[in-house]
């Protein structure tokens, strides 16, 4: 079992930047690949980024926001990290963070375990 809470969400001006967080606790946290996703009001939740895992495989970034936004892993804090940079007005959303065993995968029903989500809003 593994239980992850969000935070980092906030108001940010177009072209601003947050850093989500994302800490993880339970059993072989570094086994899992955790991922950001999101989702806006009307639409359907989206994947943003996944870390991989200590069992291998690849980050992913999509491509909405491949160049603006990083993620990264703190093992030693089972905390993972977005980066959010030059953030628009579509990034809006409440961004949760999930975690599956093993690789990073683009199928939302594989991961398990899901966090509560943290808000994101981007305005002038």
């Known amino acids: 079992q593994l239980q992850l809470i969000e935070s980092g969400g906030g108001l940010v001006q177009p072209g601003g930047s947050l850093r989500l967080s994302c800490a993880a606790s339970?059993?072989?946290?570094?086994?899992?690949?955790i991922a950001w996703f999101r989702q806006a009001p009307g639409k359907e939740r989206e994947g943003v980024s996944c870390?991989?895992?200590?069992?291998?495989?690849?980050?992913t970034v999509a491509d909405s926001v491949k160049g603006r936004f990083t993620i990264s892993r703190d093992n030693a804090k089972n905390t993972i990290y977005l980066q959010m940079n030059s953030l628009k007005p579509e990034d809006a959303g409440v961004y949760y963070c999930?975690?599956?065993?093993?690789?990073?995968?683009?199928?939302?029903?594989?991961?398990?375990?899901w966090g509560q989500g943290t808000q994101v809003t981007v305005s002038s």
């Open positions: 339970g059993n072989n946290v570094e086994r899992h690949a």
């Open positions: 999930a975690a599956e065993f093993g690789f990073c995968s683009g199928y939302e029903w594989r991961y398990g375990y």
């Open positions: 870390a991989a895992s200590a069992e291998g495989g690849d980050s």
